[in-house]
């Protein structure tokens, strides 16, 4: 449910989880409003003084880590035009890729973005700690992946201590138990402020809040095509743990621009795999391209990637939405999404529900071929 108590454009059930609603229990509480009030109760039960505004950013608690985050946060991901190999496993960007990267996340601090998301797996570790040196106390660094005591003991090396640290898993397994303990011994020693995941997976998402000790915060893919029904049972229990939520995908990993017909390209994250999805893929129906684009009704540089992210910045229990973004353009759009969250109109939503339609009819083609095997997570 939004802040309107409007229900989600998809709604896809967690059938044959324990505890689980009928199918026709659910669409009977969504319609009434019941589900969003549910949620906007376990809200507001730690609500208070968890989000305020300073110049035009926003920034929310991350959890009970006592750790304010900006709403927009600058992800991970390199720009894969710039990438070369440098070893197994692992990339640099070329020195004009990464002078452009570094300009665009000074940018980014210079808009109120604090958290800044970095992969060692895509060489930026060093060139992030470079950047941030002279303004370590104000950037919040989030580390991901490998979590044995070099490569921790390697990060505190450079940015001093780590604020935020995670790891990606599907299950939560012996391997990940061992890994938690790991991070858990580490934010002891003072290395680490806030441990977490990331997981696309519902199941996952309850297993970690049950059998995670100490779980501060939990990566987990949010927009407006999977702001899904099982999200019913995951969130009010990570608001009720006070367990800080973090969106990624908030542009399903770029797909989303593919549905608007008038989009910018160059200010689309994966740009690239959005120009192979249109070269393997037939033509969307013209009648559908005409539905979209007239109820869009947005102003002339506005974008829908825009009023997706409005979309997963009105939702109060994301702390933080994380998106890459490969050019300056992407930045400001971002940015400008976010000075015009608290504006969204109705026009809007008739313009994500008809994005909704139509990657519905598109299917598992509106993902790029690399993340299509989300669409079994994120679909029924």
Known sequence: MDNNGRQPLVLRLNRGAAGSLPRRDFLRRASTGLLGATLGAAWSAGAAGTEFRRGGM????????????SLLAFGSHTD???RIPAGPGKTVLTAAGQARRDRIISRACDLGVNLLDVYDTEGQWEPAARLVKEKRDKILISLAHECTPRQIDRACGLFGHVDLFRFHTAEIDGGTLENWDRLRRAKT?????????????ERTMLAALEELEGLDYLFFPYNFIHARGDYSRFLPEAIRRQVGLIAMKPLASGSIVKLDPTARMQSAPEFAQIALWRESTQAVLPAVVAELTKSLNRLPDETLCMAALRFVYSRPFVSATITGMFEAQCLEDNYRALAGCQERKTEEHSALEAAERLAA????????????????????
């Not at 608690?61 to 304010?68: D, E, P, R, S, Y």
């Not at 020693?189 to 696309?200: D, E, L």
């Open 58 to 69: 926003t920034y929310r608690n991350l959890g009970k880590t006592g750790l304010n985050v």
């Open 80 to 82: 894969p035009a710039d």
């Open 189 to 201: 020693a003072g290395k680490i402020r806030a441990i977490g995941i990331a997981t696309h997976i």
């Open 361 to 380: 009819l598109l299917g598992d083609q509106w993902l790029p071929p690399h993340y299509r095997w989300l669409e079994e997570q994120w679909r029924a």
